[in-house]
């Protein structure tokens, strides 16, 4: 079992930058990957940024150059900085951990507001 802590989402204005945390806990020595989703009103959960145990990140195409995803060994903890803030970020972000062979777990959700 893994266990995922989301923090740092809230209300921005347009342009302006956050840093959404995830700190993982339990059976964490055979998590793959991890990442971050969101989730808009009335629209598909997508994924935004993933980060492997080697360190490869992968962006979707609307956030590359804007978002960041790093990780932190030692606090087992993954962050995803956002910079330059559109409207269309608005949505709930999840952190996701997908644990060998292929088994994914979720965090709670938290919300980024972006107000034009």
């Known amino acids: 079992q893994v266990q995922l802590e989301e923090s740092g989402g809230g209300l921005v204005q347009a342009g302006g930058s956050l840093r959404l945390s995830c700190a993982a806990s339990?059976?964490?020595?055979?998590?793959?990957?991890m990442g971050w989703y969101r989730q808009a009103p009335g629209k598909e959960r997508e994924l935004v940024a993933r980060?492997?145990?080697?360190?490869?990140?992968t962006y979707a195409d609307s956030v590359k150059g804007r978002f960041t995803i790093s990780r932190d060994n030692a606090k087992n903890t993954v962050y995803l900085q956002v910079n330059s803030l559109k409207s269309e970020d608005t949505g709930v972000y999840y952190c996701?951990?997908?644990?060998?062979?292929?088994?994914?777990?979720w965090g709670q959700g938290t919300q980024v507001t972006v107000s034009s």
């Open positions: 339990g059976s964490i020595f055979s998590i793959m990957a």
């Open positions: 980060i492997t145990s080697a360190g490869t990140t």
């Open positions: 996701n951990a997908r644990q060998w062979p292929a088994r994914d777990y």
